[in-house]
């Protein structure tokens, strides 16, 4: 009876780490040298990374330079300026893009369409802030980046 607990205990824990973690993802990202892919961003872009993969935000934007994603890439917007639909310029910063998250039709960059789905209430506490602390992690590490 005791083995059978003991097998119990063991299944209830893989099945929260399943379940909650990362360990059963099934599709591991991993760099050139076999590392994990986000072991060397800091902790909240990291954070921002997961968040990002879970909501498939990769089908529109691209965390490097590619242009052939629905949404501007990533890496090359915070802290630039832009010109919205109507013709008021302002800087993407930390304001811009939690409105951007939150509320996606309300400031829409020109040349791009208004398709992007407000993502508040898919968001859980703090992740707003990990996909900005991403989406800044990679402006600042690519500053040679082109503008759009």
């Not at 009876?1 to 973690?21: D, K, P």
């Not at 968040?51 to 965390?63: G, I, K, N, P």
């Not at 090359?76 to 939690?98: N, S």
Request: aromatic content about 6%.
């Amino acid at each position: 009876m005791s083995h059978r607990i003991s097998n119990l205990g063991t299944l209830a824990v893989l099945t929260l780490l399943c379940w909650g973690g990362s360990a059963c993802k099934s599709s591991d990202s991993r760099t050139p040298n076999g590392q994990p892919a986000n072991a060397d961003l800091p902790y909240a872009a990291a954070a921002g990374l997961d968040v990002f993969e879970r909501l498939a935000c990769d089908t529109c934007h691209a965390l490097n330079n590619s242009r052939f994603k629905a949404g501007p890439p990533l890496n090359d917007i915070f802290g630039k300026e832009v010109q919205l639909v109507g013709g008021t310029k302002l800087v993407r910063d930390e304001e811009y893009l939690k409105n951007s998250i939150l509320d996606a039709g309300a400031q829409i960059v020109q040349g791009y369409r208004p398709q992007m789905i407000n993502y508040g209430n898919l968001l859980q506490e703090g992740e707003l802030e990990s996909l900005i602390a991403l989406i800044r992690h990679y402006s600042e590490a690519t500053p040679d980046s082109t503008k759009e």
